[in-house]
């Protein structure tokens, strides 16, 4: 016996994906949940020189991913922390993580201890919302707010 179990669920924003909520949304974006993959996106620029193809792939693989969730009728995918779309993706956006770093090692040393301080920045950011994310909704109107989002960084860790 065959059960589809999305029944009566759709591609609600297809005409208008939501692509700026499943990138920087309080809530679950992306890039504001794991902001080290805005380096990722800057590595996968730089291997587009050295190897068009591959990052050609990257690209369209990123692109086409996050423009089918944001067209989905849940485009943040429900109480996560950061958008669990991408997950699957990692070990291919890793490519372009480390032309990143292959650039970098070709830089100044003022260059790469910059860059390597906002490495761990983005990480310890992460980090920091990780430990500190607990609950789904942690307003009444279902919403999260930069408010909500700052107190998650400020407060201590659970």
């Known amino acids: ?26 809530e679950n974006g992306w890039f504001t949940n794991n902001p080290i993959h805005l380096f990722t996106l800057l ?3 730089i291997l587009g020189r050295e190897k068009p193809q591959r990052a050609l792939g990257l690209w369209m693989a990123f692109l086409l991913v996050s423009y ?6 849940s ?8 958008h669990r779309g991408f997950v699957d993706l990692y070990p291919y ?7 990143f770093v292959h650039f970098l090692n070709q830089q100044s040393r003022a260059i790469r201890n910059l860059a390597y ?4 920045i983005c990480v310890a950011f992460n980090l920091k919302l990780i430990y500190t ?7 009444q109107d279902q919403h ?6 700052w107190h998650l960084l400020t407060s201590p860790p659970n």
Not at 68 to 73: D, F, G, I, P, R
Not at 75 to 82: D, E, I, K, P, S
Not at 117 to 120: I, Y
């Open 75 to 82: 485009y943040l995918l429900g109480c996560a922390f950061g």
């Open 43 to 45: 590595g996968m620029l």
């Open 68 to 73: 089918l969730y944001a067209s989905w009728w």
């Open 117 to 120: 301080l906002a490495f761990f």
């Open 93 to 99: 956006f890793a490519f372009g993580l480390v032309a």
């Open 133 to 139: 994310y607990d609950t789904c909704w942690p307003t």
């Open 1 to 26: 016996i065959v059960s589809y179990s999305y029944a009566g669920e759709s591609f609600l924003y297809f005409s208008n994906p939501k692509l700026k909520e499943v990138w920087f949304a309080f």
């Open 144 to 149: 999260w707010r930069l408010d909500i989002f």
